[in-house]
């Protein structure tokens, strides 16, 4: 039998324990909603540029057929998705009216722009429009033959859904839907079934917590939810809602095998005073999760192994909405400046920003930018320790590394909240990009440029990417046995595997 050379064995075994840094400088691709409620936008073809520089957004809906937005997304490689009014659904139920819709506003932009789906209305149940939710389906059929009968297979049609269709949600066995909008549902779902289309809901847990279940909702640490008829654990209120979806059209007639696109989730950064729930922090937590979530491939407890298409509520802050929460669920405001960062930031910038904002313009040649200030995220002076305490539980909950200011770390003492409180502030802001409001949370933080570090406590000042640089030099720079602790079972096999090959090849 050929052996394996020993210096593969070495460089394997290198790779398999190495310490890995990919999920923690993992951007992540994600749809937003890109509405136009707002008299400060800039323009589609501004937005369509910083999303394809500076962002890893790759897809967005828009709540019309917008041609400027259509012209503006022309060859970025970001896919659009667009919507029919719910007043003019009633009028594409016919066949000659939905190939002339086609005619007007598809095939005058497409494929130089990528069109992903077309929506039939939106949110008609919840609407209640009872002359709009009976020309939905007929609406869907013909936009689907149209599109057929004009050779763009590649763009589906559905329609989606507020989840006031369920007349039950927790746990999620319960889960089904209301004897009116079962009616209406199933025959949608005959369609999504045979024609490979997605059903598309938008849950908000935001329309779902309570003071209670708050954490629960946004993902941070909390007791959960056990549902005895599946004997699943629930860990937080977004798989709640998707596997009560789920359920439901289970118990509907056997459609979980339709697939489902989140075509709206999201939670506000702002709200009236004394809302419960809204904060720049509680939107951090649930977006930023949400993100990570459905790109993990995990899926939930029923729908396990499974990637969520999903599109966050929403690209911009958009001013002249009603209420003050509606017009903060942005992740932008409309100067481009990220409200909070959800892992959608590239690292570097595919072109540098415009001179006086304009994105994908280079700066003027020969100047270069000075060195930035070394900056710290510290606690502000009035800041409670019950406050630094939520703010500690939460830093440490994201997987911002706590070690340091743990039992035996070099930041543990001196043992206040205060003190560890400072260290996972900083580590936080460190590591997702150093903005002014990474160092807000609600007011108990502010910015320094004087060193914290003291004694052999060292505060990070150069990102995440530092700190796994440093660990990754100094395990190196150790033997084979010492990186041996603390390593899972599946690397400890493989170090055993390593160890014997070895000894085969000295023999």
Known sequence: MEKTPLFLLFFSLHILLAPSTAIAAASYSIGVNYGFWADNLPPPAQVADFLKTHTTIDRIKIFDANPDVLRAFANTGISVTVTVANADVPSLAKLPAAQAWIANNILPFHPQTTIRYILVGNEVLYWKDKTVIAYTLPAMKTLHHALHLANLTDIRVSTPHALSFLAASEPPSTGMFRRFDAAILRPILDFHNRTK???????????????????????????????????????????????????????????????????????????????????????????????????????????????????????????LKASVSERNYGLFKPDFSPVYDVGVMRSTPAQAPANGGTPGKAPPSGDSPAPAEKKWCVPRPEASDEALQRNLDYVCSLGVDCRPIQSGGPCFSPNTVRSHASYAMNAYYQSHGRQVYNCDFEHTGVLTSSDPSYETCSYPVEGSKMLEQKSVVKASSSSVSARLVGLTVQQMVVATCFVVSVLFHLV
């Open 197 to 319: 289309t997605p059903f598309m809901v938008n849950p908000y847990p935001f329309f779902g917590f309570r003071a209670e279940t708050l954490d629960y909702a946004v993902f941070r640490p909390n007791r959960g939810l056990y549902d005895r008829a599946t004997r699943k654990n629930y860990t937080n209120m977004f798989d709640e809602q998707m596997d009560a979806i789920y359920i439901a059209m289970k118990k509907l007639g056997n459609y979980e095998g339709v697939e489902i696109v989140i075509a709206e989730t999201g939670w506000p950064s702002a709200g009236d005073p004394n809302q419960p729930g809204v904060s720049l922090a509680n939107a951090l937590s649930y977006n930023g999760n949400v993100v990570k979530h459905v790109n993990s491939g995990k899926g939930t407890p029923l729908m396990p192994n499974r990637t969520f298409e999903t599109y966050i509520f929403a690209l911009f802050n958009e001013n």
